[in-house]
């Protein structure tokens, strides 16, 4: 998603009309991991794709939690989003945003900055965040229902998008439309 806004190309269905800026905080893969993924991906796109990626994308490489509940971690959040000026901004994961459980009461507490960061900065955001795990009679949980944490994770979110693999031998990642406020699926 973040590589396809900042080279201005279509994702899974979806127009993306101009090149966007974007940030990706990584709270959980470090240098030499995130080093790794863009090596493996760099072969699929052009040098003037890599040159615009360079432009585009910024990587904020934290692998450690960013607690957006404490003045510390949004001020340095504030001065990343002061700085690049993002169009988007992805968080790798939810989970480590807080120190906290996701719980009703921190949930609607982060949610209420990240809706005033939204309409200071301008910027969508995105997380990656992670379902239950399969268990009993819920052997592919893959609803809205299934997100992990309290309800209100998902309350507020314009879209959510969940993946599946069905078969760990196959790269093929089934994409599930949960929740689409503004959009019709992709294809």
């Not at 360079?54 to 904020?60: D, G, H, K, M, T």
């Not at 001065?79 to 992805?90: A, F, G, T």
């Not at 299934?146 to 993946?163: E, H, K, M, P, R």
Request: net charge neutral; charged share 25%.
């Amino acid at each position: 998603l973040g590589l396809h806004c900042a080279l201005g190309k279509n994702f899974l269905g979806w127009n993306i009309s101009k090149k966007l800026k974007v940030v990706l905080f990584s709270l959980e893969m470090n240098h030499v991991e995130m080093k790794f993924f863009v090596e493996t991906m760099a072969p699929g796109y052009s040098q003037a794709e890599i040159e615009a990626l360079e432009r585009n994308f910024q990587f904020i490489t934290l692998s450690e939690p960013l607690p957006m509940d404490s003045t510390e971690g949004r001020r340095f959040f504030e001065s990343i989003l002061d700085e690049y000026k993002p169009d988007i901004v992805i968080f790798d994961s939810m989970g480590k945003l807080t120190n906290e459980e996701l719980k009703e009461r921190k949930v609607k507490q982060l949610d209420s900055y990240f809706a005033a960061i939204r309409s200071k900065y301008g910027c969508a955001l995105w997380f990656i965040h992670h379902n239950r795990k399969a268990n009993g009679d819920n052997k592919k949980p893959k609803e809205l229902s299934d997100i992990y944490g309290s309800q209100y994770v998902t309350a507020n979110a314009t879209s959510v998008l969940g993946l599946w693999k069905d078969n760990p031998e196959d790269s093929a990642l089934e994409v599930i439309y949960l929740k689409l406020r503004f959009a019709p699926p992709g294809k």
